[in-house]
DNA sequence: ATGAAAGCGCTAACAG
DNA sequence: CTGTTAGCGCTTTCAT
């Protein structure tokens, strides 16, 4: 149960530690004699390289840090497929941990990754704003994927939430729509940016934007479908904050007997499982998550290299047309 | 950019590098005032051990690797959950490494954990069963969570999937229901126990089983269902092999318009999130995932403590009752 | 109570 | 082409 180490290695092919060293980082300097030896005991022992000592010697531990702020969230999956992507291609490994949706327990994740020497760290997910976060940006590059990061020196890689909202709603008004209602997401950045976005859109085609308020949860699409279908004046559209509360918005429908997208149409926003799983697949916004994470990655990567600061970027969204949007029915229109 | 070292705290605080050393660890045979002075200039400096020269001296590195298979899974979420738990209040750490569903990615996954000396590693989900995994089960404690290994030497946590089934067609039983058809999962070692907790159950009920083939996903449902409304004789009832299957059962039967649950009850498999945020809320068997994590951290960090081999652990599924059960009507039962 | 010294496994000059 | 040497940052006897 313990390991060999490159001094086992290296009396078992009868050469010095140095020449092993050599051997493991493919060095051409060797003879072939000598290198086939070493090769062989490495594998008879089952030898391999202690990173801690790699690290410590080397002062580079080529390990991208990965802060995932909630693992239930499938978004982050597509986030870490593409930061993985991006950096084993030159030679990095990505090493996650969980921040279980806490400022705590992400701010002693982040404290994890700081000991271990994490060549770099991304913040996958809303990473609280906490002070413990800044100060770590000065002794490690840091960037954030998937959410805007509130201070200046820490660059962000996200989608435009604005012109997500205003592809949903240029969507459905090339439908035939005019009464499209808006369910929000609450208080949150990206809640805000969306709602102001279909409030844009709204106006830019002279129609009257009406939001309830809601959150992003099933539950907060419960509430606020339940509160347009109890006001006199029924949408033939909702644009919901997000799948899940979509999902409410469609639970509600459903019981009520409402025919979707017949009588109304819905619209989610983030492209989640649910959105294709669902019984009536959801039209929805999608966001480039695995691209988020590449360029994120690349970012990270770009200032181990060369310390320069970099800019934030703000990536495209895309709209999703599947079933629950169609032309309203005349007599509704 | 670059860490201060136990030397630079040594030369702040006026004091040698094991005294600092002491202090970290918490000793308690050090003066109040040399204490103070210490953790006053770490604090000044920013000071954070470098877990890489911990670990090379101390020959242990107190993380827990942790192989998920597969991100876009949420079943892991909890499981991971679990394992961080369990670990943390040992003063460990989980450091996960994302197997990308993929036996190669899984390998390498394994090698990174073990070069970075991981004190022990939990592979969560179906680990492929490749021979380097049981070669490196012989360096470091090994533990597979959430799938069965094949291999004696390495033990598992598992939830009990003959009983999962029996406990779907025991519920639907008790509701009346007789024509209850199982959609199953395909090859996959939890599929066929499922089938054969499904089948064993219903001869045990002396009802007449009838399987169709499916799969673990959406369009295994969907198929599995056609086949079944195609058929002269319609069941009451459909088990699906898991959550994501019965959503295309529920996907045909809203497309055929059946109603769910007034005509035909649907069960699922592994209570994962799309069950909950469905439309009309789904019953389905949940494996209680955050103690499948528990249990397997439980089991490595024992291996680790005082290496004698440890048992295999079975755990008890549930059945959660949602919307899409109940007693069958009268004209078709 | 405190410091000096040795060494964990490895790499990287530097000699030969 | 190959071996020797000096650390990387830290812990841990062992003296004092």
Redesign the pocket.
Known sequence: M?????????RRA?????????V??G?????????ARVIAAAEELG????????S????KSFVMGVIVSDLHNTFFADVIDGIDNAVRSVGYRALLVSGHLNADRETEALETLLRLRADAVILAGPAVDIDDVVAAAASVPLVVAGAVSSHAAIPSVTTDDLRGAALAVDHLVELGHKKISHIDGGDALSSRLRRQGYEAAMRRHGLEPRVVSGSFTRDGGIHGAQTLLAGDDEPTAIFAANDLAAMGVLSVLHDSGADVPGELSVVGYDNTAVAQSSPIPLTTIDQPRTELGEVAARLALERINDGTDVQSVVLEPTLVIRDTTVTPTHSRQ
Do not use: C, W
């Open positions: 313990s390991h060999p180490t490159i001094f086992d290695v290296a009868g050469v010095s530690k140095s020449l092993v060293s050599m493991m980082r060095a051409t300097n060797v003879s072939d004699e000598r290198r030898y391999r390289p202690n990173a801690a000592a790699q410590l010697v080397r002062q």
